[in-house]
């Protein structure tokens, strides 16, 4: 059964600082693997997607990567703004390419 | 593109109503999935549907769920009867399975569910 973590749970930083926010699961066999977004009250933003066979993806000052191997993602944020703060979840898919299993989350607070 | 249309938005229902909620995915796309978010369980998906046909349905919680999919601008999932402890947020997403996306899945802003 694949299971996915997020840790840590919860994050505060200052604003200006880089951040990398940690996804793990436990079936190293993925098709892909999704970085969302979700602010308080909203639904999820899709941030990035990176298919099994490449190592990262870039997308303005984030950067996602991917080591199948040992079961693990991150992402990295660079120059944290305070519209940064949000819930950040990892998803993979299971049975295929479609059905989504999901961390618990990090809720990122970036402060003035 | 409106992306995924959630609708209502809001649903503030009495235990034993029977609840509708309803979905429009991204023009395109031929995959759908409906979520429930809740604190204890986080996200779960509840069904997807690929080609208007059901895949998966094992995440649905009982019999009181139901979900359809006449057509490949439409979705419902009908709770009957409400129960409070449906009260979640319901998701609905799509994709495009087999085009450039890589299965990149779209949400809605989702449905507030509110069962007294």
């Known amino acids: 059964k694949q299971e996915v973590t997020q840790i840590p749970a919860a994050l505060s930083v200052p604003e200006g600082e880089n951040l990398v926010l940690n996804c793990s699961f436990t079936d190293s066999a993925i098709y892909n693997l999704q970085w969302f977004r979700q602010d308080p009250g909203k639904g999820l933003t899709s941030l990035l997607l990176i298919q099994s066979s490449q190592r990262e993806q870039t997308s303005g000052r984030l950067n996602a990567s991917l080591d199948k191997s040992s079961g693990r993602s991150t992402l990295y944020i660079a120059a944290s703004q305070p519209g940064d703060s949000a819930t950040y979840l990892c998803a993979v898919p299971i049975q295929g390419a479609q059905k989504l299993v999901f961390g618990q989350g990090t809720r990122l607070t970036i402060n003035p | 593109d409106a992306g995924v249309i959630q609708s209502p938005r809001h649903e503030v229902t009495e235990m034993g109503q029977e609840v509708t909620l309803r979905c429009k995915p991204i023009?395109?796309?031929?995959?759908l999935f409906w979520y429930r978010q809740t604190m204890m369980r986080g996200l779960e998906l509840l069904i997807y549907f690929n080609n208007n046909v059901p895949i998966d349905d094992s995440g649905m919680p009982e019999d009181r769920f139901s979900a359809k999919m006449p057509n490949a601008s439409f979705s419902t999932l009908k709770i009957q009867p409400s129960e409070p402890r449906d009260s979640a947020v319901y998701f609905c997403?799509?994709?495009?399975?087999?085009?450039?996306?890589?299965?990149?899945?779209?949400f809605g802003p989702g449905t507030r569910l509110t069962v007294t």
């Open positions: 997403a799509s994709s495009l399975e087999g085009g450039q996306g890589g299965y990149e899945q779209y």
């Open positions: 023009s395109g796309h031929n995959s």
